[in-house]
């Protein structure tokens, strides 16, 4: 499936998160090394922006580097650091043409000096474009962005800020990280994996989930298009049954 014909266009999700899992396997499974991967990973995510932004997908959020990956080998994450700064530095001029925005989430000042300044660059040089958000989760943990928001709004509340009436899930939500970016309705997951590895688990409380047995550079157009298919086949209740779904409708 790597045409539209099936796809309702007005039924597209706003926002698609990716855990791109895979990388170094697929390097072994080539006879490669592991940088080899991530490299050709890279390419899959030119493909993956350039179909959502066909599809009209308004936010696309890439699981690209958690803080548990700090503890992989040393050359590795040497490697992947310094893919980051090279592959920003490379897109800007594509993205800008593309009007593609980025941003990003995490604990962004642990990033080496480097790559928090071709961050910062990109972001300010394509803050304008409005077509699609690309979201690159850098140095992230949900567990450490919700432990975060605790510490913020318990200290709202210790300065007699905020009560505790205004606790709400509204509250929390402007807390996080991704405080300017709607809840993703659709989470993609590749290399076979069954979990959701510590990755936007305040945000995806109603989100659907597609699991593929395929290693992230492998992941294309087919890949997005089918599972975007695959999201609209489904019913989304929110806790309804599906009477009070079609009475809605």
Not at 53 to 65: D, M, P, Q, R
Not at 162 to 174: G, H
């Amino acid at each position: 499936m790597s045409d539209l014909s099936h796809i309702d266009l007005n039924n597209v999700p706003e926002h698609v998160a990716i855990i791109m899992d895979g990388n170094g396997r697929w390097a072994k499974s080539h006879g490669e090394d592991r940088l080899f991967g991530h490299s050709k990973g890279v390419d899959a995510v030119r493909e993956t922006l350039k179909t959502a932004t066909e599809l009209k997908v308004k936010y696309l959020t890439l699981y690209a580097f958690s803080t548990e990956n700090w503890n992989r080998p040393q050359k590795e994450v040497e490697g992947l650091m310094n893919l980051l700064v090279l592959s920003l530095s490379n897109e800007i001029d594509e993205m800008n043409q593309n009007g593609v925005r980025l941003k990003a989430i995490g604990n962004l000042k642990g990033l080496p000096e480097e790559c928090q300044e071709s961050l910062e660059d990109a972001i300010e040089k394509t803050k304008t474009n409005k077509d699609i958000t690309l979201v690159l989760a850098l140095n992230y943990s949900s567990k450490w962005e919700i432990t975060e928001m605790v510490k913020t709004i318990s200290n709202d509340l210790v300065q007699k800020e905020i009560t505790e009436k205004d606790i709400t899930d509204e509250l929390i939500s402007q807390h996080l990280t991704t405080k300017e970016i709607p809840d993703p309705e659709l989470l993609i997951r590749t290399s076979g994996e069954r979990r959701v590895s510590n990755f936007l688990l305040w945000q995806i409380a109603y989100s659907e989930f597609v699991f593929l047995d395929i290693f992230w550079p492998d992941f294309g157009r087919k890949q997005f298009i089918g599972a975007v298919y695959d999201y609209q086949n489904r019913e989304r209740r929110f806790g309804l049954v599906s009477e009070q779904i079609n009475i809605i409708e």
